[in-house]
Structures are given as C-alpha cells and as structure tokens.
C-alpha cells in the first residue's frame, strides 16, 4: 500500500558527484522520518542522513559537510545530493521513511534500494 522508490544511482568516478531520490506513494496519511541508509558488500546496513518531517537533520560523521538530505513534503520526495565521493562509499543506498497510516498508527517502509559505484 505504500511504496518507496530510489532513483539516481549509477557510476562516478571519485569525487564525483550523485543525486538521489526516494518517491513515496500509496495511503500515506504522513511521513514522519524520512533517511538514507547504505549497505556495502559484506557489511551491515548503516545510516547515513535523517530527516525530520520538520526538516532537522542527521548525519554520519563520514559524510558531514560532503552530503545534503532534504525532502519536499508536498510531493512526498526526499533528496540526496552527495559530493567528493569515495570509493569507499560504494553500497546500495535504501531509501526509509517512518509513514502514519493514519493519526495513532506508524509504520516504517524502505525502498528497494539503488546502486552506487564509486570507481575510476
């Protein structure tokens, strides 16, 4: 019933730059959080950036000052822009977004996911 979708993943070289998105769609009565998380090959899955539907922000110490998340509630999008990538950051990136069903009821979704290559 309720859907998160990823786009803009691919290849980039190091230092490069990528923007994700994450559409959220179905019966949403609202979107609380909203994040970015990565998992890299071999790895757990670990945050990246949070949003708040009030739009504080969150960051991993490893991205901060190179990585933006932001979010139109209108449209039900959230962003990422990131910059000065390393090859380290290479993972499928999931879009999360903690959703109200209605006024007492939440529950949290991901996306399927998008791959991010950091590679030269």
């Known amino acids: 019933q309720v859907q998160l979708v990823e786009s803009g993943g691919g290849l980039v070289q190091p230092g490069g730059s990528l923007r994700l998105s994450c559409a959220a769609s179905?019966?949403?009565?609202?979107?609380?959080?909203m994040g970015w998380y990565r998992q890299a090959p071999g790895k757990q899955r670990e945050l990246v950036a949070r949003?708040?539907?009030?739009?504080?922000?969150t960051y991993a110490d490893s991205v901060k000052g190179r990585f933006t998340i932001s979010r139109d509630n209108a449209k039900k999008m959230m962003y990422l822009q990131m910059n000065s990538l390393k090859p380290e950051e290479t993972a499928v990136y999931y879009c999360?977004?903690?959703?109200?069903?209605?006024?007492?009821?939440?529950?949290?979704?991901w996306g399927q996911g998008t791959p991010v290559t950091v590679s030269s």
């Open positions: 999360y977004a903690e959703v109200a069903l209605g006024i007492i009821s939440t529950r949290d979704y």
């Open positions: 179905g019966r949403i009565f609202a979107i609380n959080d």
């Open positions: 949003i708040t539907g009030g739009g504080t922000t």
